[in-house]
């Protein structure tokens, strides 16, 4: 079977298993809420592990691979570039994997970084089945703290979506000085939850059940992940980009999150969504200047307004 048509195949499964559980979980919400509440929970912690496609694996065999002691199991890594090179750690999103991220490699290498890309757990070629917030930003510390270890000085985060969530929190958490590039980043767990609700027919009161499930196994409340009340102190220095047609995650959220992160610079796409942003090549050339302090973005622009500055903008 082709790369195309199996994927073609796991989207028809998947659409399959969601609608059951949708249509289980209404009637559970109303019948069962205990049991709904441990259904949910188990669906909200479970991603979509997707087979990579053959340009992926192409190029994931041009790379180091490695392996990162996980909380669940090893985590897939992958090295490209010279091990005495600084390093910018790639991190994925929501039921993806480290390849998705692989545009912009050739342009950090050409900056003279070395590139390393991961699978947070639960998905790609990485160990686990369960993957939260909180299993993203320790897998993200795992990954820093291996690269460390052997001898490379870690200065830059691209990250994507909920990666680019679980970069904040974890720089929220380190205070670590250095530059990173978050791309259609979501600020809110309690809003996707609510969203993740509505989609499955959960009743808020399951919702609720679900939030405080999770905040008891894994020992941090949601609240301490609500990025636009919680970045104020981060030393490091970010740019958000974000696209307006962005039916995921809206721009609302990145626009958000610029204003409140001191200092941040904002770069406002079209027409990409959540997942063409990826490859784009002006999306990536902006990455990688500002991962290399090439160029200087402008600011989030105020309420209201679509750009931060006047036309023309300002020659810096």
């Known amino acids: 079977m082709s790369a195309t048509a199996s994927l073609n195949s796991t989207n028809v499964r998947n ?17 069962a ?3 709904a509440v441990y259904t949910a929970a188990r669906l909200f912690s479970s991603p979509p592990r997707h087979i990579h496609s053959e340009k992926e694996l192409e190029f994931l065999a041009t790379g180091v691979r490695f392996d990162v002691a996980g909380v669940d199991g090893p985590l897939a890594a992958w090295r490209f570039g010279a091990a005495d090179r600084p ?3 790639l991190s994925h999103g929501w039921g993806a994997r480290g390849a998705q991220l692989r545009s912009f490699v050739p342009a950090l290498l050409e900056s003279a970084y070395q590139v390393v890309l991961f699978d947070h757990a639960a998905h790609g070629l990485s160990a686990g089945r369960e993957a939260t917030l909180v299993h993203f930003v320790k897998g993200l510390e795992a990954v820093v703290a291996h690269v460390e270890r052997e001898g490379s000085r870690v200065v830059g985060l691209v990250a994507h979506s909920l990666g ?6 974890w720089l929220n958490q380190t205070r670590r000085e250095m530059r990173v590039a978050l791309i259609a980043p979501p600020t809110s767990l309690e809003r996707y939850s609510s969203f993740f609700a509505r989609r499955l027919g959960i009743a808020e009161s399951v919702r609720r059940s679900m939030q405080e499930r999770f905040e008891r196994k894994l020992g941090a409340r949601w609240s301490e992940f609500e990025l636009p ?10 740019l958000v980009i974000h696209d307006a047609s962005d039916d995921d995650v809206t721009i609302a959220s990145g ?10 610079r904002f770069v406002r796409t079209e027409r990409l ?7 784009d090549p002006g999306v990536v050339r902006d990455v990688a200047d500002f991962i290399a302090d090439r160029v200087v973005f402008a600011p989030p622009p105020q309420r209201g307004h679509i750009s931060a500055f006047g036309t023309p903008a300002p020659i810096l």
């Open 255 to 264: 626009l958000a999150l610029a204003r409140a992160w001191h200092g941040a």
């Open 164 to 169: 680019a969530a679980a970069a904040a929190a």
């Open 33 to 35: 809420p205990e049991r």
């Open 273 to 279: 969504g959540h997942r063409a942003i990826l490859r």
């Open 229 to 238: 009340q919680s970045v104020a102190r981060i030393r490091a220095q970010a």
């Open 15 to 31: 659409a399959v298993r969601f609608g059951w559980h949708r249509l289980a979980l209404s009637l559970a919400s109303v019948l």
């Open 87 to 89: 390093a910018v750690i």
